[in-house]
């Protein structure tokens, strides 16, 4: 960033006379960010990405009203909540130039894991997103901007593949054609979270939209997970979407850039660790929600491949890349997790069941708990992963 934008930025809050140092901080790859040490305290500041997000005070103002809420669940709320720092004028951003900028208050004495495989940090990853599930169930999720349209719109996705596979020569088609082969073979997963939304058979909830392991922060001596990082695509959507995403993410025994196919596997384990956190602490789930949570990996992996398909096919327009086929092989990435999901789908749905009824047993969860179905699992397997 230019010194002087810099400058001009860093003077519109009060702790700009008492700056010791800054330097650039984390591995986020949305916004950059940068750590603000000052005599005072230390501060997280923000260039907000406006190439993403087309409305940030609409987006700032999400990110209020949802950190307010928060701050009424929670004791300790300097750390269990992002803090935004106003600037001089009372404003929780800053807009130099045409860009616009945003302070929190830095956690301290904490840690951001990168990638883990480790099964508590992943139970403790579980119980944090849904903890937030949970303190935001009561929050009217219709207060909130819609700051990126139709983003897990999944049937939308299929047919923005189509479109572009129409303007595809034969020779890229026939280039590339088993791998577009399985997206069309398996267009089942495009409509099936989809379709619940359109027809209200699951609550319109705030989801979080990017439940990736660093955004969320732990503390650094318990090792336990502290607060909710990354509210920007916070908006009205299902927690079927954060709960498949998380487990997509956290799941796959490989990175999302692995390039060897033999190497992605879905790591069952890793998966019971994510739900017993997770349906520990969101104790408010539907019963419908409960019966899809199972699926919703495996609709998010392809509606992920999907895009990663689409945008290779369409000159990598969207998701930056290294090397030409990049986007190509991060869809044969996701294509393989999700077959590999698809054989461990029946124990996925048994361990739902399972901790399900484990935790209703403990009477951790409300007493007019629904029961899960004992025959879902075959009935739903057969129609929708043959
Ligand atoms: N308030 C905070 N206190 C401490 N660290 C933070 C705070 N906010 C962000 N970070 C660190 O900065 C990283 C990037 O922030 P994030 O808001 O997730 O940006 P991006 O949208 O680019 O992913 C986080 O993963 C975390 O390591
Ligand atoms: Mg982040």
């Known amino acids: 960033m230019n010194i002087n934008t810099m400058a001009k930025v860093l003077h519109s809050y009060n702790f700009a006379n008492e700056i010791t140092s800054i330097q650039k901080y984390g591995y986020g790859r949305i916004n950059k960010t940068w750590l603000v040490e000052t005599a005072s305290g230390k501060f997280i500041l923000q260039k907000i990405n406006s190439e993403l997000f087309n409305n940030i005070p609409k987006l700032m103002n999400n990110i209020i009203i949802i950190t307010e809420h928060l701050k009424t669940k929670n004791q ?11 600037n001089k004028h009372n404003k929780p951003f800053t807009k130099i130039d ?97 379709n619940l939304i359109e027809r209200n058979e699951i609550p319109k909830r705030v989801t979080h939209n990017d439940t990736k392991l660093n955004n969320v922060i732990f503390d650094y001596d318990s090792k ?59 104790t408010d789930l539907t019963q419908t929600e409960i019966n899809h949570l199972a699926i919703s990996p495996l609709v998010m992996a392809y509606e992920l491949g999907l895009r990663f398909l689409t945008d290779y096919l369409n000159g990598n327009k969207y998701f930056a890349i290294d090397y030409e086929c990049q986007n190509f092989k991060r869809a044969q990435n996701q294509m393989k997790l999700l077959e590999d999901m698809e054989n461990k789908y029946m124990l996925m749905q048994k361990i739902v069941s399972d901790t399900v009824n484990k935790i209703k047993c403990s009477d951790k969860m409300s007493h007019n708990k629904p029961e899960v179905e004992n025959n879902f699992t075959d009935k739903y397997f057969s129609d929708f992963t043959n």
């Open 224 to 282: 336990t997970p502290l607060a909710i990082l990354d509210l920007d695509t916070v908006m009205p959507g299902t927690l079927l979407h954060d709960f498949g995403d998380a487990i997509r993410y956290c799941c796959n025994e490989a990175s999302e850039e692995e390039t060897e196919l033999s190497k992605i596997k879905f790591d069952i384990d890793l998966y019971k660790a994510f739900c017993e956190g997770y349906i520990c602490s969101m």
């Open 76 to 86: 300790n709320t300097s750390r269990s909540v992002l803090n935004i720092i106003n």
């Open 98 to 194: 045409c860009e616009y900028f945003r302070v929190y208050e830095y956690i301290d004495n904490s840690i951001c894991y990168q990638t883990s495989k480790n099964y508590d940090t992943i139970k403790k990853l579980g119980f944090a997103f849904g903890d937030f599930q949970k303190n935001l169930s009561d929050f009217d999720q219709s207060k909130l901007y819609t700051t990126i349209p139709n983003f897990h719109n999944t049937s939308k996705r299929y047919n923005d593949f189509i479109n572009v596979l129409n303007k595809q020569s034969k020779s890229a088609i026939l280039k590339n054609k088993a791998l577009i082969l399985k997206f069309i073979d398996k267009k089942k997963y495009s409509s099936l979270i989809q």
